[in-house]
């Protein structure tokens, strides 16, 4: 076996329930960097100008590392690190201004720079400060703005880690981050041709390790260890029951996202409009065909060209006007997923093109949801959403009253009579 490494990237990227196919390639994964960078930058503002409180509870770092931890298994726990301890009153920067400051500065120096070297140098600093309890799961955050640069932590990511290499890294240290991160640069640099220039790739595979879903080969070139090594590898194949129930749930999660979006679209196309369906699930099988079937192949040259493009091309489904082009309506629908990434694609929608004050945002959403979506559009973070008209639409009236109104409705008035508003406007 002359690259046991290569023989293991290859058999986990054919793996169906690996982290590589359940999360790096999870089509909503990319759809939520841009609202986590945001977040970040918020949570930056919320600081400089005084407003990010005492709490995390409630606060901006509260929403985005919510979302962080809603990315699947990968990022479980994200929110761990960041809950305030009240016996050891850690981590230290919602009572101790100077460190909040501090921590702010890391997330803006590395918002704003491009180059590996300056993260470094910044996460220099505020090792050098030994604020407590705040350690490299803030790593977790610079992944979503350099995911090129700079790879996720966990605790499985570094057993997974130390088992590959024979390294001894340890949590909490940010040294021991920093040396991680170059080991792990040169192993993907090594087998960059089977994994990502997305450091998220290869932290996927260390996360399976040290979860025990696959073992590391072993390095002494032992033929028996080797040979009892491929076993343990092909013995992967065989997922317990409970495994198989976790992974039928999340596709089947997936396939009601879908469902949703081809009902939208149905019923954008019945009641006369143009639909534009999510650049990343065009090509997503539904019924006898594909889901963007009948819909547009790009967006107008006045949505294209407005600041947030790129995050208003992974909107759900948009309803434009046949003649002019101008988006009607825009629809994110939250099946599981992190209903603040769905609303910050809306605001981008809403501020790029200057929607009229009749037109609607929904966020669409399981019945049991409600509570969710209203809990979300109180942030702080979303306070001008008062001016824009967002609306929730349960999927039972969706469901229930889709056919009818594809049938005798006309524009966008059965569509609200059926949903409930959650903004300014009612």
């Known amino acids: 076996m002359t690259d046991p490494i290569g023989t293991l990237i290859l058999r986990w990227k054919d793996d169906p329930h690996g982290t590589y196919s359940t999360w790096f390639l999870w089509t909503e994964r990319l759809k939520n960097f841009r609202s986590i960078r945001r977040g970040i930058g918020q949570v930056v503002n919320d600081i400089e100008a005084g407003s990010f409180g ?17 990315q699947r298994q990968i990022f479980k726990g994200a929110d761990h690190a960041f809950l305030w301890k009240p016996k050891l009153r ?16 890391l997330l803006h120096t590395c918002n704003c720079c491009n180059s590996g070297e300056q993260i470094i140098e910044a996460i220099r600093r505020i090792d050098a400060l030994g604020i407590r309890g705040l350690g490299p799961a803030v790593a ?59 450091l998220g ?6 996360f399976d390790i040290g979860s025990e879903r696959y073992s590391a080969p072993p390095r002494d070139g032992d033929l028996e260890a080797e040979l009892a090594w491929q076993n343990d590898l092909a013995r992967v194949r065989e ?8 992974f039928a749930s999340v596709e089947d999660n997936d396939q009601t996202h879908t469902q949703v979006q081809g009902w939208l679209r149905d019923l954008g196309i019945a009641l006369g409009f143009a639909v534009w369906i999510a650049a990343n699930d065009r090509s997503r099988p539904y019924e006898n065909g594909q889901l963007s079937d009948g819909c547009l192949t790009s967006l107008p040259d006045t949505m294209t060209n ?6 208003v091309r992974l909107i759900d489904v948009i309803w434009l006007e046949e003649k002019s082009g101008h988006a009607v309506a825009a629809f994110e629908v939250e099946h599981t997923t992190s209903i603040y990434s769905g609303i910050v694609r809306l605001l981008d929608l809403a501020y790029g093109s200057e929607l009229k004050p009749c037109e609607g945002l929904f966020l669409v959403a399981p019945d049991s949801r409600e509570n969710d979506v209203r809990q979300q559009i109180r942030r702080p973070a979303f306070s001008k959403i008062e001016e ?17 109104i594809a049938r ?19």
Request: glycine share 10%; charged share 20%; hydrophobic share 40%.
């Open 54 to 70: 005492n709490a995390y509870r409630g606060s901006s770092l509260e929403t985005v590392v919510g979302s962080v931890a809603e």
């Open 90 to 105: 850690i981590p230290d920067i919602y009572e101790n201004a100077a460190n909040q400051r501090a921590f702010a500065q």
């Open 140 to 198: 977790n955050l610079l992944y979503f703005i350099h995911p090129t640069l700079m790879p996720p932590f966990n605790t499985a990511i570094v057993k997974g880690y130390n088992a590959l290499t024979g390294a001894k890294v340890k949590l909490g240290r940010w040294d021991h981050y920093l040396a991680m991160r170059e080991g792990i640069v040169g192993l993907n640099t090594t087998h960059r041709k089977l994994l990502s220039n997305d």
């Open 201 to 206: 790739a290869i932290a996927g595979l260390l």
């Open 239 to 246: 997922e317990t029951a409970a495994q198989q129930k976790v």
């Open 306 to 311: 407005s600041p947030g493009a790129d995050a």
């Open 388 to 404: 824009l008209n967002f609306r929730y639409l349960p999927y039972g009236e969706l469901r229930n009253q889709r056919d009818v």
């Open 408 to 426: 005798f409705g006309s524009g966008l008035k059965p569509v609200f009579a059926i949903s409930r508003a959650i903004g300014g406007q009612s």
